[in-house]
């Protein structure tokens, strides 16, 4: 498990989001990059070509300054909580009501799904989530949170995950539409 910090943060690069346009505050020039990570206010943009860009926060568009600032976001959690798996135990609109899996004692030990309840969100353009659908050591994205309630229970706040660091990114904007997004590093 050693190299865990070196690889995750290289695997979680080969889920990039799809090339977005990014726009500058001032002018009309405009590139196709994919989001690389934040800095404090410098925000990285990788082009199809492997070649990176760094930019300031405060030269992209505002549109792009809070994407940017929701994919930092997205990406910081994905890299807290590290790859997962889990199992949904109930499909629900958009998406489906998951376990996430209890650490192994050893590695050839079966998954136990009892972990938190999480709300992972349906993949766009895949089918949608059915029970028993499983993720074994995937990057999941924080996507905001959900309110979800069980039958004969009280409502409860459970964390939103997406499969993608773009819908991750999407869905915080819709999420938090009322309100600034906080500073992230990623």
Do not use: H
């Amino acid at each position: 498990m050693r190299w865990f910090p070196i690889l995750f943060p290289l695997f979680l690069a080969s889920q990039m989001l799809q090339a977005r346009t990014w726009r500058p505050a001032v002018g009309d020039a405009a590139i196709e990059a994919d989001f690389a990570g934040m800095n404090g206010e410098t925000v990285r943009l990788r082009q199809a070509n492997g070649r990176e860009l760094t930019t300031t926060l405060k030269s992209l568009c505002s549109e792009d300054q809070r994407y940017a600032r929701a994919a930092a976001l997205a990406w910081q959690g994905a890299q807290q909580i590290g790859p997962q798996s889990l199992e949904v135990q109930v499909a629900v609109e958009g998406g489906g009501i998951a376990r996430l899996a209890l650490p192994r004692p050893k590695p050839d030990s079966p998954l136990v799904f009892g972990g938190e309840f999480i709300y992972l969100l349906d993949a766009p353009g895949a089918a949608p989530l059915e029970r028993g659908f499983r993720l074994e050591l995937r990057p999941l994205y924080l996507a905001g949170a959900r309110r979800y309630q069980a039958l004969g229970a009280e409502p409860v706040l459970v964390r939103a995950l997406a499969q993608s660091l773009d819908q991750a990114a999407e869905e915080q904007l819709l999420t938090l539409d009322q309100q600034p997004l906080p500073s992230a590093t990623a």
